[in-house]
């Protein structure tokens, strides 16, 4: 069997259940270009929450990359992380949301602090505008 590379680490699958998958957890999926002929393995930070990854085939993610975008982001250190290493200080790109299914990804490579994601969590309000939605302002 290859072994999947990431960064030049080696990716360890280490037997998580698609059930399993909780909020804050990064993980790595195959996402597929824009021509649809190609994919690249990429970390995501999972938003949907736990109780609904739990019944649901389908979860919500947020792309993470190395590259800071010029827009809505936070950053992710290994401070930010409760288990888990990143190769480098990355960035969550929080207006990069995407529903997919479970089968596309490929591990779980770490959770993030819950702290951190409150933050997160912060800027997902900012950015859909739900104070004003919940207040009616």
């Not at 993980?27 to 109780?51: H, I």
């Amino acid at each position: 069997m290859k072994t999947r590379m990431m960064h030049g680490n080696p990716i360890r699958n280490e037997g998580w259940q698609m059930n399993e998958l909780l909020q804050g957890s990064i993980v790595l999926v195959d996402f597929t270009y824009a021509d649809q002929k190609q994919s690249k393995l990429r970390p995501a930070l999972v938003v949907s929450n736990s109780g609904n990854n739990r019944v649901s085939r389908d979860v919500i993610v947020m792309k993470i990359t190395s590259k800071e975008p010029k827009r809505r982001s936070v950053s992710l250190t290994n401070d930010d992380l409760g288990s888990g290493v990143l190769d480098y200080v990355s960035f969550v790109q929080v207006d990069a949301i995407y529903s997919l299914e479970k089968t596309i990804i490929r591990d779980v490579i770490g959770i993030v602090r819950p702290e951190k994601m409150k933050e997160i969590k912060t800027e997902i309000s900012d950015l859909l505008d739900l104070a004003r939605i919940t207040t009616g302002k």
